[in-house]
Protein backbone atom coordinates (compact mmCIF):
# COMPACT_ATOMS: atom_id res chain seq x y z
CA UNK A 1 0.00 0.00 0.00
CA UNK A 2 2.44 2.61 0.53
CA UNK A 3 4.69 2.32 -1.93
CA UNK A 4 2.33 4.06 -4.23
CA UNK A 5 3.31 7.41 -4.05
CA UNK A 6 6.55 6.63 -5.60
CA UNK A 7 5.18 4.21 -8.40
CA UNK A 8 2.44 6.72 -9.24
CA UNK A 9 5.11 9.56 -9.59
CA UNK A 10 7.51 7.29 -12.00
CA UNK A 11 4.95 6.23 -13.77
CA UNK A 12 3.22 9.74 -14.86
CA UNK A 13 6.79 10.69 -15.80
CA UNK A 14 7.55 7.71 -18.28
CA UNK A 15 4.11 8.11 -19.64
CA UNK A 16 4.22 12.48 -20.19
CA UNK A 17 7.67 11.60 -22.37
CA UNK A 18 5.59 9.73 -24.40
CA UNK A 19 3.92 12.73 -25.78
CA UNK A 20 5.97 16.32 -26.53
CA UNK A 21 7.30 17.22 -23.52
CA UNK A 22 5.38 20.10 -21.10
CA UNK A 23 6.34 23.72 -20.50
CA UNK A 24 6.39 24.19 -16.76
CA UNK A 25 5.84 27.24 -16.78
CA UNK A 26 2.96 27.48 -19.28
CA UNK A 27 0.82 29.94 -18.09
CA UNK A 28 -1.52 29.21 -21.08
CA UNK A 29 -1.84 25.95 -19.22
CA UNK A 30 -4.18 27.18 -16.75
CA UNK A 31 -6.57 28.77 -19.52
CA UNK A 32 -9.87 26.40 -20.13
CA UNK A 33 -9.74 23.65 -17.02
CA UNK A 34 -12.31 22.33 -15.57
CA UNK A 35 -13.51 23.45 -11.97
CA UNK A 36 -14.65 21.21 -9.64
CA UNK A 37 -17.61 22.43 -7.11
CA UNK A 38 -16.00 22.82 -3.72
CA UNK A 39 -19.18 24.51 -2.58
CA UNK A 40 -21.53 21.52 -3.00
CA UNK A 41 -19.75 18.64 -0.43
CA UNK A 42 -20.97 15.19 0.18
CA UNK A 43 -20.02 13.65 3.13
CA UNK A 44 -17.79 10.19 2.93
CA UNK A 45 -16.41 7.76 5.73
CA UNK A 46 -13.08 5.09 5.14
CA UNK A 47 -12.32 2.83 8.52
CA UNK A 48 -12.48 5.03 11.62
CA UNK A 49 -12.45 8.47 9.59
CA UNK A 50 -14.65 10.80 7.65
CA UNK A 51 -14.23 13.70 5.07
CA UNK A 52 -15.85 15.60 2.91
CA UNK A 53 -15.61 15.12 -1.53
CA UNK A 54 -17.47 17.11 -3.81
CA UNK A 55 -19.97 15.56 -5.06
CA UNK A 56 -18.69 15.06 -8.20
CA UNK A 57 -16.76 12.63 -7.23
CA UNK A 58 -17.46 8.82 -7.99
CA UNK A 59 -16.21 5.49 -6.45
CA UNK A 60 -14.17 3.25 -8.29
CA UNK A 61 -13.01 0.40 -6.36
CA UNK A 62 -12.21 -0.14 -2.44
CA UNK A 63 -10.76 -3.02 -1.04
CA UNK A 64 -10.77 -4.13 2.35
CA UNK A 65 -9.15 -6.68 4.75
CA UNK A 66 -11.17 -6.56 8.41
CA UNK A 67 -9.34 -9.18 10.83
CA UNK A 68 -7.88 -10.84 7.77
CA UNK A 69 -11.01 -11.03 6.40
CA UNK A 70 -11.80 -9.82 2.64
CA UNK A 71 -15.68 -8.07 2.30
CA UNK A 72 -17.51 -7.59 -0.64
CA UNK A 73 -20.46 -5.80 -1.31
CA UNK A 74 -23.39 -5.98 -3.57
CA UNK A 75 -26.17 -3.15 -3.61
CA UNK A 76 -29.99 -3.96 -5.13
CA UNK A 77 -29.05 -7.28 -4.01
CA UNK A 78 -32.26 -10.00 -3.07
CA UNK A 79 -33.05 -12.93 -0.92
CA UNK A 80 -32.13 -14.84 -4.03
CA UNK A 81 -28.72 -13.64 -4.50
CA UNK A 82 -28.69 -14.24 -0.84
CA UNK A 83 -29.36 -18.42 -1.17
CA UNK A 84 -27.49 -18.57 -4.35
CA UNK A 85 -24.51 -17.59 -3.29
CA UNK A 86 -25.02 -20.47 -0.47
CA UNK A 87 -25.75 -22.63 -2.97
CA UNK A 88 -22.71 -21.69 -5.39
CA UNK A 89 -19.92 -22.21 -2.11
CA UNK A 90 -21.69 -25.26 -1.17
CA UNK A 91 -22.01 -26.65 -4.84
CA UNK A 92 -17.67 -26.14 -4.47
CA UNK A 93 -17.31 -28.33 -1.80
CA UNK A 94 -19.74 -31.27 -2.49
CA UNK A 95 -16.73 -33.62 -4.43
CA UNK A 96 -14.27 -35.95 -3.96
CA UNK A 97 -12.04 -33.96 -3.34
CA UNK A 98 -13.37 -30.95 -1.38
CA UNK A 99 -16.20 -31.15 1.50
CA UNK A 100 -17.94 -28.73 4.06
CA UNK A 101 -16.04 -28.97 7.38
CA UNK A 102 -18.76 -27.03 9.25
CA UNK A 103 -21.56 -24.63 8.48
CA UNK A 104 -24.10 -22.25 10.27
CA UNK A 105 -27.87 -22.66 9.97
CA UNK A 106 -29.22 -19.55 8.02
CA UNK A 107 -30.24 -17.00 11.16
CA UNK A 108 -31.80 -13.68 10.60
CA UNK A 109 -31.77 -10.89 13.63
CA UNK A 110 -34.46 -8.28 12.57
CA UNK A 111 -33.30 -7.25 8.94
CA UNK A 112 -30.40 -9.15 9.18
CA UNK A 113 -29.71 -12.85 7.59
CA UNK A 114 -26.42 -14.24 7.64
CA UNK A 115 -24.88 -17.94 7.13
CA UNK A 116 -20.96 -19.08 7.36
CA UNK A 117 -19.35 -22.56 5.76
CA UNK A 118 -16.28 -23.79 6.44
CA UNK A 119 -14.70 -25.55 3.48
CA UNK A 120 -11.69 -28.25 3.35
CA UNK A 121 -10.06 -30.50 1.32
CA UNK A 122 -10.03 -33.92 1.85
CA UNK A 123 -6.30 -34.53 0.59
CA UNK A 124 -5.44 -31.80 3.07
CA UNK A 125 -3.78 -33.60 6.29
CA UNK A 126 -3.69 -30.16 8.23
CA UNK A 127 -1.19 -29.11 5.76
CA UNK A 128 -3.51 -26.80 3.55
CA UNK A 129 -6.07 -24.04 5.61
CA UNK A 130 -9.65 -23.96 5.71
CA UNK A 131 -11.45 -21.85 3.84
CA UNK A 132 -14.55 -19.36 5.19
CA UNK A 133 -16.95 -17.89 3.54
CA UNK A 134 -19.78 -16.19 5.13
CA UNK A 135 -22.89 -14.14 3.89
CA UNK A 136 -24.38 -11.23 5.55
CA UNK A 137 -27.99 -9.73 3.97
CA UNK A 138 -29.71 -6.55 5.16
CA UNK A 139 -32.65 -6.64 4.05
CA UNK A 140 -33.39 -2.85 5.01
CA UNK A 141 -31.13 -2.02 2.27
CA UNK A 142 -31.09 -4.49 -0.32
CA UNK A 143 -26.98 -5.15 0.65
CA UNK A 144 -25.57 -8.38 0.67
CA UNK A 145 -22.33 -8.88 1.72
CA UNK A 146 -19.48 -11.65 0.70
CA UNK A 147 -16.83 -12.15 3.14
CA UNK A 148 -13.96 -14.99 2.50
CA UNK A 149 -10.71 -15.71 4.54
CA UNK A 150 -8.91 -18.99 5.99
CA UNK A 151 -7.18 -20.12 8.37
CA UNK A 152 -4.08 -22.55 9.49
CA UNK A 153 -4.65 -25.19 12.34
CA UNK A 154 -3.01 -22.79 15.19
CA UNK A 155 -5.27 -19.65 14.26
CA UNK A 156 -8.48 -21.84 13.90
CA UNK A 157 -10.06 -20.77 17.17
CA UNK A 158 -8.94 -16.91 16.35
CA UNK A 159 -10.72 -17.28 12.87
CA UNK A 160 -13.47 -18.83 14.16
CA UNK A 161 -14.25 -16.33 16.54
CA UNK A 162 -13.25 -13.27 14.48
CA UNK A 163 -16.01 -13.92 11.82
CA UNK A 164 -18.59 -14.82 14.23
CA UNK A 165 -17.74 -11.15 15.65
CA UNK A 166 -17.79 -9.73 11.98
CA UNK A 167 -20.99 -11.41 10.69
CA UNK A 168 -22.91 -10.45 13.93
CA UNK A 169 -21.67 -6.73 13.59
CA UNK A 170 -21.74 -6.20 10.02
CA UNK A 171 -24.65 -3.96 8.60
CA UNK A 172 -25.58 -2.14 5.83
CA UNK A 173 -25.48 1.50 5.08
CA UNK A 174 -25.72 4.54 2.66
CA UNK A 175 -22.53 5.83 1.81
CA UNK A 176 -23.10 9.39 2.55
CA UNK A 177 -24.30 8.42 6.11
CA UNK A 178 -21.69 8.56 8.51
CA UNK A 179 -22.38 6.59 11.55
CA UNK A 180 -22.66 8.14 15.31
CA UNK A 181 -21.45 5.04 16.95
CA UNK A 182 -17.58 3.51 17.21
CA UNK A 183 -16.69 1.02 14.12
CA UNK A 184 -15.28 0.26 10.90
CA UNK A 185 -16.60 2.32 7.67
CA UNK A 186 -16.69 0.03 4.31
CA UNK A 187 -18.48 0.76 1.00
CA UNK A 188 -22.08 0.33 1.64
CA UNK A 189 -21.48 -0.91 5.57
CA UNK A 190 -20.38 -0.34 8.48
CA UNK A 191 -18.87 -2.63 11.29
CA UNK A 192 -19.67 -1.79 14.99
CA UNK A 193 -16.43 -2.44 16.35
CA UNK A 194 -15.79 -0.24 19.61
CA UNK A 195 -11.49 -0.55 19.54
CA UNK A 196 -10.89 -2.36 22.50
CA UNK A 197 -9.29 -5.07 20.81
CA UNK A 198 -6.71 -4.88 18.33
CA UNK A 199 -7.79 -6.19 14.70
CA UNK A 200 -5.48 -5.53 11.73
CA UNK A 201 -7.61 -4.05 8.99
CA UNK A 202 -6.56 -2.49 5.63
CA UNK A 203 -8.43 -0.53 3.54
CA UNK A 204 -8.31 1.41 0.45
CA UNK A 205 -11.12 3.51 -1.74
CA UNK A 206 -10.65 5.53 -5.06
CA UNK A 207 -12.77 8.21 -6.42
CA UNK A 208 -12.66 10.35 -10.18
CA UNK A 209 -14.60 12.49 -11.78
CA UNK A 210 -16.45 12.14 -14.91
CA UNK A 211 -15.47 16.22 -16.49
CA UNK A 212 -11.93 15.89 -15.09
CA UNK A 213 -10.50 12.40 -16.25
CA UNK A 214 -7.05 12.86 -14.77
CA UNK A 215 -8.55 13.55 -11.62
CA UNK A 216 -8.30 10.98 -9.14
CA UNK A 217 -8.38 11.05 -5.50
CA UNK A 218 -7.73 8.74 -3.09
CA UNK A 219 -8.06 7.58 0.41
CA UNK A 220 -5.87 4.56 2.64
CA UNK A 221 -6.44 3.55 6.24
CA UNK A 222 -4.52 0.74 7.95
CA UNK A 223 -4.38 -0.42 11.86
CA UNK A 224 -1.27 -0.81 11.59
CA UNK A 225 1.32 -3.49 14.07
CA UNK A 226 4.69 -2.06 13.34
CA UNK A 227 6.20 1.03 12.80
CA UNK A 228 7.39 1.97 9.39
CA UNK A 229 9.34 4.71 7.35
CA UNK A 230 7.47 7.93 7.44
CA UNK A 231 6.05 9.34 4.04
CA UNK A 232 9.06 11.38 3.03
CA UNK A 233 11.42 8.61 3.85
CA UNK A 234 9.54 5.71 2.03
CA UNK A 235 8.70 8.15 -0.99
CA UNK A 236 12.27 8.63 -1.40
CA UNK A 237 13.94 5.36 -0.87
CA UNK A 238 11.29 3.80 -3.19
CA UNK A 239 12.71 5.88 -6.02
CA UNK A 240 16.22 5.57 -5.63
CA UNK A 241 15.20 1.84 -6.28
CA UNK A 242 14.01 2.78 -9.77
CA UNK A 243 16.50 2.63 -12.83
CA UNK A 244 14.65 6.15 -13.45
CA UNK A 245 15.44 7.75 -10.31
CA UNK A 246 17.59 10.61 -11.74
CA UNK A 247 14.94 11.40 -14.84
CA UNK A 248 12.28 11.14 -12.14
CA UNK A 249 14.24 13.54 -9.66
CA UNK A 250 15.07 15.96 -12.84
CA UNK A 251 11.65 16.51 -14.10
CA UNK A 252 9.54 16.59 -10.91
CA UNK A 253 9.36 19.29 -8.24
CA UNK A 254 8.24 19.52 -4.58
CA UNK A 255 6.27 22.17 -4.04
CA UNK A 256 5.10 21.34 0.05
CA UNK A 257 7.59 18.75 2.07
CA UNK A 258 7.31 18.41 5.53
CA UNK A 259 4.85 18.79 8.45
CA UNK A 260 1.16 19.61 8.44
CA UNK A 261 -1.45 19.55 10.48
CA UNK A 262 -5.11 19.71 9.31
CA UNK A 263 -8.39 20.01 10.39
CA UNK A 264 -7.86 23.02 13.43
CA UNK A 265 -11.14 22.19 15.16
CA UNK A 266 -10.12 18.42 15.22
CA UNK A 267 -6.45 18.36 14.72
CA UNK A 268 -4.23 15.33 13.10
CA UNK A 269 -0.75 15.53 12.72
CA UNK A 270 0.78 14.32 9.62
CA UNK A 271 3.00 14.57 6.64
CA UNK A 272 2.45 15.78 3.20
CA UNK A 273 4.52 15.68 0.02
CA UNK A 274 3.35 17.62 -2.80
CA UNK A 275 5.00 17.10 -5.99
CA UNK A 276 4.56 18.67 -9.39
CA UNK A 277 5.22 16.11 -12.34
CA UNK A 278 4.99 16.60 -16.08
CA UNK A 279 2.45 15.88 -18.81
CA UNK A 280 1.58 16.99 -22.28
CA UNK A 281 1.34 20.91 -22.63
CA UNK A 282 1.89 21.63 -18.82
CA UNK A 283 2.05 19.85 -15.48
CA UNK A 284 0.25 18.38 -12.78
CA UNK A 285 0.60 17.48 -9.36
CA UNK A 286 0.40 14.55 -6.65
CA UNK A 287 -0.39 15.31 -3.33
CA UNK A 288 -0.51 13.20 -0.65
CA UNK A 289 -0.86 13.52 3.44
CA UNK A 290 -0.56 11.21 5.81
CA UNK A 291 -1.05 10.53 9.56
CA UNK A 292 1.01 7.38 10.96
CA UNK A 293 -0.97 5.86 13.30
CA UNK A 294 0.14 4.00 16.85
CA UNK A 295 1.54 0.69 16.46
CA UNK A 296 -1.23 -1.78 17.60
CA UNK A 297 -4.01 0.45 18.49
CA UNK A 298 -7.60 0.61 16.63
CA UNK A 299 -8.53 3.91 17.71
CA UNK A 300 -5.73 5.67 15.48
CA UNK A 301 -4.91 3.94 12.42
CA UNK A 302 -2.65 5.36 9.78
CA UNK A 303 -4.66 7.80 6.93
CA UNK A 304 -3.70 8.89 3.82
CA UNK A 305 -5.15 11.55 1.10
CA UNK A 306 -4.04 11.78 -2.07
CA UNK A 307 -4.94 14.10 -4.69
CA UNK A 308 -3.71 13.12 -8.05
CA UNK A 309 -4.28 15.40 -11.14
CA UNK A 310 -2.13 13.61 -13.38
CA UNK A 311 -3.77 10.18 -14.03
CA UNK A 312 -3.13 9.16 -17.60
CA UNK A 313 -5.46 6.65 -18.07
CA UNK A 314 -7.64 5.93 -21.40
CA UNK A 315 -5.53 8.26 -23.50
CA UNK A 316 -5.72 11.60 -20.85
CA UNK A 317 -2.29 13.25 -21.37
CA UNK A 318 -2.95 16.58 -20.38
CA UNK A 319 -4.39 17.76 -16.66
CA UNK A 320 -8.20 18.54 -16.28
CA UNK A 321 -8.05 21.26 -13.88
CA UNK A 322 -4.86 23.78 -12.90
CA UNK A 323 -2.67 22.66 -9.98
CA UNK A 324 -3.84 25.53 -8.02
CA UNK A 325 -7.15 23.85 -8.10
CA UNK A 326 -5.70 20.32 -7.34
CA UNK A 327 -4.74 21.68 -4.20
CA UNK A 328 -7.73 23.37 -3.35
CA UNK A 329 -9.66 20.18 -3.41
CA UNK A 330 -6.50 18.79 -1.74
CA UNK A 331 -6.74 21.31 0.98
CA UNK A 332 -10.85 20.90 1.25
CA UNK A 333 -10.39 17.50 1.85
CA UNK A 334 -7.84 17.95 4.61
CA UNK A 335 -9.53 20.21 6.39
CA UNK A 336 -12.87 18.02 6.73
CA UNK A 337 -10.57 14.74 7.59
CA UNK A 338 -11.36 13.75 11.41
CA UNK A 339 -11.97 10.43 13.11
CA UNK A 340 -15.56 9.84 14.10
Partial sequence: MKKRFAVVLISSIFLSMSGCGYAANNKDSEAGKTMINLNNMQDWCIGRYTFKLPKEA???????????????????????????????VEKKYNTKEDFIKDKTSIETQGNIVTKIIWGHSTFANGRLPVEVYAFVYDQSLRTLFKITGSYSKKNEDKSINGIKYLVKNLRARDNNKIPTEQGVCLKNGFIKDNGKDYKFTKQRVGFNFANAPSVVITAETEAIYKAE???????????QKSPNYITTKNQTKDLRKGEKTVNQSSPLSGLELVTQVPMEGGTGIIATWEHAGTVNSALDPFVSMTVDTARTENYVRTSSISNNHGLQIYEAILNSLKKF
Fill in 58 to 88: KIIDETINYDTFKIESKTKATREDFNNSIIE
Fill in 229 to 239: DNLLVRTEKNL
